[in-house]
């Protein structure tokens, strides 16, 4: 587990400075597109985003390895839902 602060005070990092990696990006136009797709409120899913300094450079906020795989077993469900509603209609 990160400790923010001692990652702060080592680092000499300005609490205004942080800045979203590719990922976290990507993730939110992802939480965009399944708000509008799923019809659910994307604040909800936006609230679940877990983020945590990147190691190698802590002024960088990444997702956290927990909340991916959260997101990934959410998809798997998303998908399987969508096969049962797809066999139930052909």
Known sequence: MFDLQKIIKENNIDMTTFKFSDAVSMRMIQIFQ?????????????????????ENDPETLVLDPSYVEEV???????????QELRAQTF
């Open 34 to 54: 399944e708000s509008v797709i799923f019809g659910v409120d994307g604040a909800d899913l936006f609230r679940q985003v877990k983020l945590v300094p990147d």
């Open 72 to 82: 990934a077993v959410m998809h798997e469900k998303y998908l399987k839902d969508a």
